[in-house]
């Protein structure tokens, strides 16, 4: 992939997470030297051109205050999918939900990450999740420990 100067800075700067703001995108443009007009338009460009597709916060659940957490996996029939996967979506307590296609010994195939402030309100949102949608079989995989939650580096500036 080909990019400009600009390309290569506004990179640069995103890779390292944008800042903690009311205006993050201008402070960016700021830290990079680039109108913030120029930095939108690099990244809409890139989001046009399917280099991106998108451009989000990557929350530290833990530094919120919900130290508690699992990834629950579902055994849900492939044709309840996308209904299910967008009734777990809007839960509060949901940060991801996602598919995957079953293995022959792993036949979970809806994830999400359910988040919470105490063990007994993780078991009781997971719970809660499991009676509305009506799936019983699954799995809750408690975080123990995070290990990392950086952005991917692309480009390093010299």
């Not at 903690?20 to 109108?35: F, H, K, M, N, T």
């Not at 939900?97 to 988040?115: C, E, F």
């Amino acid at each position: 992939m080909d990019l400009n100067n600009c390309e290569k800075k506004v990179l640069a700067a995103i890779q390292q997470g944008m800042p903690i703001s009311v205006r993050p995108y201008q402070d960016l443009a700021d830290i990079i030297g680039i109108p913030v007009r120029q930095l939108l338009d690099v990244l809409r460009q890139w989001k046009a051109d399917k280099r991106i597709r998108r451009l989000g916060a990557i929350v530290n659940h833990f530094q919120m205050g919900h130290g508690v957490g699992a990834m629950v996996v579902w055994n849900v029939p492939e044709d309840r999918v996308d209904q299910i996967g967008r009734q777990f979506a809007s839960v509060a307590k949901v940060s991801h939900a996602y598919w995957r296609p079953p293995k022959q010994q792993w036949p979970y195939t809806l994830y999400t990450m359910v988040h919470a402030t105490s063990d007994g309100e993780l078991e009781q949102t997971i719970r809660q999740m499991s009676q509305q949608s009506g799936v019983t079989k699954f799995r809750a995989l408690k975080t123990i420990k995070e290990l990392k939650k950086v952005p991917p580096t692309y480009i390093i500036e010299k």
